[in-house]
Every structure is written in structure tokens, then in C-alpha cells.
């Protein structure tokens, strides 16, 4: 999920052959519910951001695993491996 505008998606996804539907909260109602937005340090600078973290949602709607603070590089394979 995204905090970004569905233009800026859109054109993310156009650029990189990204042919999924992302998700959007611009409002971070839901980025906030799921803990996920909040204070980031980066080179000594404070700023306001998403937490790159990945939940395996069950088919009931059950949280079954969270990842928290995932290397972009490998998470998906990562992910795979233990499903």
C-alpha cells in the first residue's frame, strides 16, 4: 500500500511494467491502523513515512505472519521459500 496519489501510481506502475493494481491511502487511515506510518530517522534527519513491512493475509482475512523491516532485494524470495 501506498501513501502516494493514484497519478503517481499509475505512472510508477506504467514506467516500471508493473501490471498489478496497487493500493492507495492518501488519508493513511489505514497505513496508521496498521502501524506502519510514523517517525523515520535518516542521516541524522526526522521525517514522517511508511515502515516497509509485509503482512500474509489468510484467505479469512487473518493475519498469519508479519515481516518487519524487509530487504527489498530478497523479501519476495524469502517469502516464497517459507510459504
Not at 20 to 25: A, F, R, S, T, V
Not at 53 to 74: A, R
Amino acid at each position: 500500500m501506498s501513501a502516494d496519489a493514484p497519478k503517481k501510481q499509475k505512472k510508477f506502475c506504467e514506467k516500471q511494467g508493473f501490471e498489478y493494481l496497487m493500493l492507495g491511502d492518501e488519508g493513511k487511515g489505514v497505513l496508521k491502523a496498521y502501524g506502519v506510518w510514523g517517525k523515520k530517522k535518516f542521516m541524522g534527519r526526522e521525517y514522517s513515512g511508511i515502515f516497509r513491512n509485509t503482512y500474509v493475509i489468510d484467505e479469512n482475512g487473518l493475519i498469519e505472519k508479519v515481516y518487519k523491516k524487509v530487504t527489498v532485494k530478497t523479501h519476495a524470495q524469502d517469502v516464497l521459500a517459507e510459504l
